[in-house]
Nanobody, 115 residues
Framework: QVPLVESGGGLVQPGGSLRLSCAFS????????VGWYRQAPGKQRELVAH???????NYSDSVKGRFTISRDSAENTVYLLMDSLKPEDTAVYYC?????????WGQGTQVTVSS
């Protein structure tokens, strides 16, 4: 059973918003660094947002200013709020939780930005 489960993907029009969730059932998520990756058809998987165990965040240039990554300790979940979505944001989005010993991946959630 995969301990990381993404949800929240779907079809949205350009300029719209979505919030992705990454829920962890393998213990406490707090000690892990968590990244959101995406992979579009025919392209390599790329890191778009990252949050460390102490809350430091980083974003790729392509999403900076539009996406926000956050973590909710009580919900054991990491979120990716995506605003001002563009057609080029269309991809399968994956969540990754990593620490010194473990490296977990979710199954992915599809995001499609189209009018």
């Amino acid at each position: 059973q995969v301990p990381l489960v993404e949800s929240g993907g779907g079809l949205v029009q350009p300029g719209g918003s979505l919030r992705l969730s990454c829920a962890f059932s393998g213990g406490r998520l707090n000690p892990y660094d968590v990244g959101w990756y995406r992979q579009a058809p025919g392209k390599q998987r790329e890191l778009v947002a990252h949050i460390t165990s102490d809350g430091t965040t980083n974003y790729s240039d392509s999403v900076k200013g539009r996406f926000t990554i956050s973590r909710d300790s009580a919900e054991n979940t990491v979120y990716l709020l995506m605003d001002s979505l563009k057609p080029e944001d269309t991809a399968v989005y994956y969540c990754n939780a990593k620490d010194t010993w473990y490296d977990f991946w979710g199954q992915g959630t599809q995001v499609t930005v189209s009018s």
